[in-house]
């Protein structure tokens, strides 16, 4: 493999933000810290299949070239990316491949050979992976961008309550991290329920709601609860009185934690803050409408 490669291997792929996310903090370094990390050779790979020649560069593979301006918002958070320092990980490898995965394949990825750092293929949800010539790393970042975006919401998550509607990976990857920072998780419905200890189970009222799939029932939501649609594209509608967190909100913050977590074998690549990479995006979702 030549150069370092982005990938997205999921199907479909084609409608994501996450290529754009990626030359955006790209943007930000080379435009705040005179950055000289090559962007060499960039593809995004739309695949239903998830082996080892998967990730090797062939016709299939799209080049995104695209180039995208850093705008300075200078936003920042009351959490920022620093709050998840323990579970960084430290590769003693160069990166050769960032890869990103989306469904059908972050849920089908415990019969593979990869180095799990944390406890992501026990639930099925692994979505972020590190190439590198020996080895493939693998970890989740879809539970702790919840737990981040209900910090930033202004929750307390040990005294809180996450509802979730629907099931799956990233329900599964959610209620993990939930519950790991001591709070509690009520599943309001879903067609794959999800394993959550009896000490963890309520059916209080609850304070964040993640939805996946579409709900006509609010009545379990505090009157100044929080809901995070996780499809970007979603045309739910909710009560107005409710603060309604995108599905753009997630990808930000998943990604953000990708670099962060995994992706930082660059002592000199820098991190934004998730809001002003998520008005970046906003920005760049305005022009193109």
Known sequence: ???????????????????????LIHSFNNQRFESTISENDYFFLETQKLNANSFE????????????TWHDFNLN?????DYFAEFRKNLDEEILS???????LKHTTSSLKFENLDDSLSYESVNCLAICENNTYSISTDGLAVVWLALLAGLEI???VLSIVGGGGTARSAANAWISFGGKVNQISGNRRISIP?????DEPSDFMLLIDSCEDFSSLKSDAVILQAKYNSTQEVPNHLTNLGGTHLLVAQHLLCW??????????KIPTFSDL????????SDKN
């Open 198 to 202: 009896e000490e963890s189970k309520t």
């Open 57 to 68: 560069k062939s016709d299939d593979m799209d080049r995104f070239s695209q180039d995208l």
């Open 260 to 269: 962060y977590l995994l992706w930082n074998d660059n002592p000199n690549f």
């Open 77 to 81: 958070d009351k959490f920022g990316i």
């Open 98 to 104: 960032y890869v990103n995965l989306t469904s059908p």
């Open 1 to 23: 493999m030549v150069g370092k490669s982005y990938i997205i291997a999921g199907s479909p792929i084609f409608h994501s933000y996450s290529p754009h996310l990626f030359r």
């Open 278 to 285: 998520l008005a970046n995006l906003e920005e760049f979702i």
């Open 158 to 160: 040990e005294k809180s």
